[in-house]
């Protein structure tokens, strides 16, 4: 396969499955930012270079999907902690729906051969 093209459909899809992926985080964990991000850099390759997850907080908090609380730290300055809206909880349920009819659609594709 060619791997310029190989390489440009896997940074598609991240970008595709990264709100996704932050949005269960949040809702499982409630996090801080650079937790987040050190941690979906570490385990599941999901972030292509360090800083794009306050992009996309940013973004899911101006639509209203996530909400946050600064919290006072031991360890330096005060922290952004991130929760879902009820917003962000209903969007968040239909995102997963949807993931998971495409992955079984997928998975069946994969399997009849």
């Not at 499955?17 to 499982?28: H, R």
């Not at 922290?79 to 349920?93: F, V």
Request: glycine share 8%; aromatic share 8%; with cysteine.
């Amino acid at each position: 396969m060619n791997a310029r093209f190989l390489e440009n459909w896997t940074r598609q899809m991240r970008k595709g499955l990264l709100e996704l992926a932050v949005l269960n985080d949040i809702q499982q964990y409630g996090r801080y930012a650079y937790d987040m991000e050190r941690d979906f850099c570490k385990s599941c390759g999901l972030l292509l270079g360090h800083g794009r997850i306050y992009g996309i907080l940013a973004r899911l908090k101006k639509d209203r999907l996530v909400k946050s609380v600064e919290v006072k730290s031991v360890e330096g300055p005060r922290r952004k902690y991130y929760d879902l809206t009820a917003a962000g909880r209903e969007t968040l349920a239909q995102m997963n729906t949807h993931w998971l009819a495409l992955k079984r659609q997928l998975d069946s594709i994969a399997n009849a051969r």
